[in-house]
């Protein structure tokens, strides 16, 4: 049965599941599901998600939700490109990075930075400066942390692609849309030669902006 995804091209989180079956090179259905629309996600969704958040996953009747473990399950249930270390100290240097990543930089890169100086203004709304401001030194601090983990490798881990480059890749895809990100992300050299290797593979075509 071909995996199918739930969520909208529009999420971080969806494009980072996106990436991983990209990577694979693994056929799969998208269901849109958008979870702001005015009336909520679809009827029936909340029993594939609880939380109501995307994406949700089914694979030959087995259902997930919670991208770090649709990206886990997509790269060991399928063939292609491995996406994980082989060694236990990587695999825990992966978990680390995602970690810091959805519980440091999401919140003040995307919805503090991206999405109150990019995202409101094309709606029409106005963007809140003392947020934006308030959010910078803490933006800067989660790109010093990435960095660092780059080292001398090409990768957040290394040598090899991995989750953690694609967990991060659609976080940074919305920050360096803001002009205050891209500054940011200029100064950082290696995190921007990163975000270059990033950008130029195939998969990116799922990146890019809404």
């Known amino acids: 049965m071909t995996p199918i995804l739930y969520g909208a091209g529009y999420s971080v989180y969806v494009r980072a599941a996106l990436l991983a079956l990209q990577e694979k090179g693994v056929a799969f259905d998208l269901v849109e599901v958008d979870i702001f629309a005015a009336e909520g996600p679809p009827p029936g969704y909340l029993s594939r ?3 109501g958040r995307i994406p949700a996953f089914e694979h030959d009747g087995f259902a997930l939700y ?3 473990a649709i990206t886990r399950y997509v790269d060991e249930a399928f063939p292609g490109p491995a996406l994980q270390p082989a060694d236990a100290r990587g695999r825990a240097r992966m978990t680390q990075i995602i970690g810091v990543l959805d519980s440091y930089a999401y919140r003040p890169l995307v919805w503090d930075i991206y999405v109150e100086r990019v995202s409101k203004p094309r709606a029409g709304r106005p963007s809140d400066e003392a947020l934006i401001a308030a959010a910078l030194p ?12 780059l080292g001398g490798g090409p990768w957040l881990l290394g040598g090899a692609l991995s989750l953690a480059d694609l967990h991060a890749a659609p976080i940074l895809d919305y920050f360096r849309m803001a002009p205050e990100g891209r500054d940011l992300l200029a100064r ?3 995190l921007a030669a990163w975000w270059d ?7 990116a075509e799922v990146l890019g902006s809404s």
Do not use: N
């Not at 803490?138 to 983990?149: K, S």
């Not at 290797?197 to 998969?203: L, Q």
């Open 49 to 51: 998600h609880p939380f």
């Open 66 to 68: 919670e991208t770090a």
């Open 138 to 149: 803490r933006a800067g601090m989660c790109l010093d942390v990435l960095e660092g983990f």
């Open 188 to 190: 950082h050299e290696r």
């Open 197 to 203: 290797r990033v950008a130029a593979r195939p998969s």
